[in-house]
């Protein structure tokens, strides 16, 4: 079983749509969950820290659920410019690699 | 601005031979880490370095090596290239070993293998 699992996606969505990933992760000693987003070819970049509490930024809405071991990306009012793979990641302590999922890869369209 | 920098963008180079490539952060980072990111797959730590102190992750082949001369620059060495090396190499710095604290990536040096 993978760390970090995600939706594998693709997900096909209209502009202004609302858009919601799911990840799970298997080890509960895990402390430190972020999402970050990769375009084509490109590199890693975060998007949002996830905290326990919920955290939003804008149109993404970040949740984390310990109990359940389950992390949660939400996005409204898609844009184009979303379009993108995004990678759901958990360190589970300090000195040691991000862990990252697969990723998950969302296309927006006119 | 860029802040985590790596050279070049693109390499290519001939099975088996020696390949360098170089990473430089003006974050002032302690740590500094290379991760391999094969096509399709997720990004892999192959090492860290924590100011001076190299830690090697447990699968990482050693084929494999780094050099961090100062806190700035660090480096990856491929000895030996096999095809299988072929994949994109990012570099990331952070500022402690604070599993709280994301990791800021450079754009990546994708290398090929002839």
Not at chain 1, 29 to 44: G, H, L, M, N
Request: aromatic share 12%.
């Amino acid at each position: 079983r993978k760390e970090v699992e995600q939706d594998p996606g693709p997900f096909n969505v209209p502009e202004g749509a609302t858009v919601a990933f799911n990840c799970t992760y298997s080890n509960s000693a895990s402390q430190s969950f972020f999402w970050y987003r990769q375009d084509c070819r490109k590199e890693p970049k975060l998007l949002m820290s996830v905290y326990s509490s919920g955290n939003e930024d804008g149109r993404f809405t970040a949740q984390l659920n310990r109990a359940s071991q389950y992390i949660s990306l939400l996005i409204r009012d898609s844009k184009l410019s979303d379009s993108a793979t995004y990678l759901c990641v958990a360190r589970h302590q300090a000195g040691t690699a991000l862990i990252f999922g697969k990723g998950t890869t969302l296309s927006v369209s006119s | 601005d860029a802040m985590v920098i790596q050279n070049p963008r693109y390499q290519v180079t001939q099975f088996g031979k020696p390949v360098t490539l170089s990473c430089s952060q003006t974050l002032n980072h302690n740590v500094m880490y290379w991760y391999q990111q094969k096509s399709s797959q997720a990004p892999k730590l192959l090492f860290h370095y924590y100011d001076k102190d190299f830690n090697n992750e447990a699968d990482t082949p050693d084929n494999f090596q780094s050099r961090r001369p100062n806190t700035s620059f660090c480096f990856l060495d491929i000895r030996s290239p096999g095809l299988g090396d072929a994949a994109m190499y990012l570099c990331a710095t952070s500022p402690e070993l604070i599993s709280n604290q994301p990791q800021h990536f450079g754009d990546g040096t994708r290398l090929s293998i002839l």
